[in-house]
């Protein structure tokens, strides 16, 4: 990847890179946009075979965290956070401190907050470091539930829209991850609308859990794709829409947790060939960014809930734009973003000096 080309093509702010002898941090942060507000985006640790894919990860996470902002309503920007090392061997106090003195350099332009592989616990740490930290034990906590809550909300609007009912009893959905966001989505489908669902994870200790309390079946990883089933709900990393997989798939709707679904933009145009709804990521995502957004302005877990179940009405704007204007629900959903953007931008560079 040349960097300098990829960040003007998709107009980023700022990457910067951050180490600390001591604790042995290795970490990313990169801003995408702050048209909207500061950059504001959950801290992944993860072990990247190179730093590469760490570079490559960051870019496309903060990127989506700016559309998703902008779809949510919310005065933010988008950015992220990646943390190179193992989050089951290499967390210490030291580390997260060391990152929470990253985040204070860049004096308010990024808040963090935790993500795939990292706790409030973790967050905790990183307040002790800088302010600019949100997902803290005590305020609003662990994303995941709104998050999966938001996936719910909008996976009924795709039902509604497919099959002319938002209940999704009966349905059969498979969920790809049953970490934080999995788990919680696959309560709501069990418990809360009695959809038949299947689950896969490269941890057997997830699955286990998921199956001996809600009593769902598991499939190896690689059946996952090919299962037939009315919903796919990706809730694992992104890229799990690519050329290996799209043939695969005999759903009628993806829809799920993940980032970055897409492999690749193409494949946002060959999934609606194929007949399939795709409910673009960052807009049936955007819970658990509107749950700790919420604290910034004194946080109260009913109107953050309130905020989440707007994402039904998110992902029917969404799919409205498309058949509107006869393009894919993925440029759709940019095209919303893109717009509150501009539109913002220039309300906001009123009555300055030029």
């Known amino acids: 990847m040349k960097k300098f080309d990829y960040m003007e093509k998709y107009d980023f702010e700022q990457l910067v890179?951050?180490?600390?002898?001591?604790?042995?941090?290795?970490?990313?942060?990169?801003?995408?946009?702050?048209?909207?507000?500061?950059?504001?985006?959950?801290?992944?640790?993860?072990?990247?075979?190179?730093?590469?894919?760490?570079?490559?990860?960051?870019?496309?996470?903060?990127?989506?965290?700016?559309?998703?902002a902008a779809v949510a309503g919310l005065n933010l920007g988008g950015g992220k956070g990646v943390v190179i090392g193992d989050p089951k061997k290499e967390k210490s106090e030291?580390?997260?401190?060391?990152?929470?003195?990253?985040?204070?350099?860049?004096?308010?332009?990024y808040i963090t907050a935790e993500d795939v592989g990292t706790s409030p616990q973790d967050m905790n740490y990183v307040s002790m470091e800088t302010d600019y930290v949100v997902g803290l034990m005590g305020t609003s906590g662990d994303p995941s539930p709104f998050t999966a809550n938001g996936v719910w909300h909008g996976m009924q609007a795709c039902a509604e829209k497919i099959y002319g009912s938002r209940s999704l009893k009966g349905k059969k959905v498979a969920v790809q991850g049953v970490g934080s966001v999995g788990y919680?989505?696959?309560?709501?489908?069990?418990?809360?609308?009695?959809?038949?669902?299947?689950?896969?994870?490269?941890?057997?200790?997830?699955?286990?859990?998921?199956?001996?309390?809600?009593?769902?079946?598991?499939?190896?990883?690689?059946?996952?794709y090919s299962a037939d089933v009315d919903i796919f709900a990706p809730c694992a990393l992104g890229a799990v829409i690519n050329d290996d997989t799209l043939p695969q798939l005999k759903c009628k709707i993806v829809a799920g947790g993940a980032n970055n679904?897409?492999?690749?933009?193409?494949?946002?145009?060959?999934?609606?060939?194929?007949?399939?709804?795709?409910?673009?990521?960052?807009?049936?995502?955007?819970?658990?960014?509107?749950n700790v957004a919420d604290e910034l302005k004194g946080y109260n877990k009913e109107r953050a809930l309130?905020?989440?179940?707007?994402?039904?009405?998110?992902?029917?704007?969404?799919?409205?734009?498309?058949?509107?204007?006869?393009?894919?629900?993925?440029?759709?959903?940019?095209?919303?973003?893109?717009?509150?953007?501009?539109?913002?931008?220039?309300?906001?560079?009123?009555?300055?000096?030029?």
């Open 306 to 354: 309130q905020s989440v179940a707007g994402i039904y009405d998110s992902v029917k704007m969404v799919l409205e734009i498309a058949e509107r204007d006869n393009i894919p629900t993925y440029r759709a959903a940019d095209r919303l973003a893109e717009e509150r953007i501009e539109k913002m931008g220039k309300v906001r560079s009123n009555y300055i000096k030029r």
């Open 261 to 290: 679904v897409l492999a690749e933009e193409r494949h946002g145009e060959e999934i609606e060939k194929k007949g399939i709804l795709y409910a673009p990521d960052y807009v049936i995502n955007a819970g658990g960014l509107i």
């Open 94 to 109: 030291e580390l997260w401190r060391a990152f929470g003195r990253a985040v204070q350099s860049l004096n308010g332009r």
């Open 184 to 224: 919680y989505l696959v309560k709501h489908l069990v418990e809360d609308e009695g959809a038949e669902v299947i689950v896969t994870d490269i941890d057997e200790e997830r699955i286990k859990k998921v199956v001996d309390e809600f009593g769902v079946k598991a499939v190896g990883t690689d059946e996952i």
């Open 17 to 68: 890179f951050n180490y600390d002898e001591t604790s042995g941090l290795k970490a990313l942060i990169c801003i995408h946009d702050t048209t909207l507000g500061p950059a504001l985006g959950g801290t992944r640790m993860w072990v990247y075979e190179k730093e590469e894919e760490a570079i490559e990860d960051v870019l496309r996470l903060a990127r989506g965290m700016t559309y998703k």
